[in-house]
């Protein structure tokens, strides 16, 4: 777990400008040698970042790279009230096994603990899958909570946080072609926008500390890594999105759905589902254990579980699996 450098934050924060700079020129600004810029930009076109090098003008980027900051995004969020504790890694394996590791009483002022990192390392998905996490493009997010009713209660979180992000998402004015897919997975357009991992920590009688991690694609134009279609906020809008402001939100509607969740429950937020399901009426195939079933998907119950008819008119509802539009 490394945090960034100074200097190479104030590197950053000159090529944002938008024009050259040559080595020299960096170097008289921050007090270091030519060669000790050309080790952070090394540095930089190591995590990805795309650097142009021209013999005459020196460096520039041709994308911006606004970097995530816990104190920006804590000025962005509108209720100052909220107590949030917020870690940013540059470099972390995971932010949701980084959260495993803490050890966090519940207290009753309700802070909600945050990570978040500019890059994973061994960003983790849904079913032993890998979470492709480049370095300052996307958000990665894990948040620890502890949930004060029954395990069985907790159907449907997964749900909750799906549109949790659908709600940052009508905010930011994004919301054309947008569905999620049960269990969670953001949809735009069929294509992969976000996902949702729900972990549980630590269980007790009646209380359970819940890890819950999001993937949002922000800034990536390229992944030749990802072998399933996906899409990015940019890509989408046609412009750089900066991941402070995306994140305050998330955070703020994060907390709202996580109290009327713990309040309410599942059956509360019932009626939002069926403009955002993406299986409403059709056929699907589901990856239930070992078996797949196929059926036509009739939305989700008060405990957010899918509702299947099959063939032989038979309805099944089901409380986990994967599930795939027949094509
Ligand atoms: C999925 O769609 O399969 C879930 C993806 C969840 C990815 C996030 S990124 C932040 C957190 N840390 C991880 O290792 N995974 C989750």
Redesign the pocket.
């Known amino acids: 777990m490394k945090k960034l450098p100074a200097n190479l934050k104030q590197i950053i924060r000159l090529l944002n400008m938008g024009h050259f700079y040559t080595g020299t020129a960096l170097g008289e600004k921050l007090k270091i040698t030519r060669s000790a810029v050309w080790k952070y930009i090394k540095q930089l076109q190591t995590y990805g970042v795309e650097i142009i090098t021209d013999k005459a003008l020196g460096y520039s980027m041709p994308q911006p790279l606004i970097l995530l900051d816990a104190n920006t995004i804590k000025k962005n969020l509108e209720q100052n009230d909220l107590a949030v504790n917020i870690e940013i890694f540059n470099e972390i394996?995971?932010?949701?096994?980084y959260l495993k590791t803490k050890k966090i009483t519940p207290n009753n002022n309700k802070k909600l603990y945050l990570c978040l990192?500019e890059q994973?390392t061994?960003?983790?998905?849904?079913?032993g899958?890998t979470?492709h996490?480049p370095f300052g493009s996307?958000?990665?997010?894990?948040c620890l909570w502890h949930f004060h009713k029954d395990i069985s209660d907790l159907a449907g979180l997964s749900l909750v946080i799906g549109l949790a992000l659908i709600r940052t998402l009508v905010e930011l004015g994004i919301s054309e072609g947008i569905k999620i897919k049960w269990p969670?997975?953001i949809l735009w357009h069929q294509q992969?926008l976000?996902?949702?991992?729900i972990e549980i920590n630590a269980e007790t009688h009646g209380h359970s500390q819940v890890i819950i991690?999001?993937?949002l694609n922000v800034n990536m134009i390229s992944a030749d890594e990802i072998n399933q279609p996906w899409t990015s906020l940019q890509q989408i809008t046609g412009h750089y999105q900066d991941r402070n402001q995306i994140v305050a939100l998330l955070i703020k509607h994060l907390a709202d759905c996580l109290d009327q969740f713990m309040d309410l429950g599942f059956k509360s937020f019932l009626h939002e589902w069926p403009e955002h399901d993406a299986l409403l009426h059709k056929t699907i195939h589901l990856e239930h254990g070992r078996n797949t079933v196929t059926g036509i998907a009739c939305g989700v119950n008060e405990r957010g579980n899918l509702i299947v008819r099959h063939d032989n008119d038979h309805v099944i509802t089901y409380s986990s699996g994967d599930t795939v539009i027949k094509k």
């Open positions: 394996p995971s932010t949701s096994d990192a994973q061994n960003g983790r998905g849904r079913l899958r979470w996490s996307n958000i990665y997010f894990s969670n997975d992969k976000a996902g949702v991992l991690g999001v993937g």
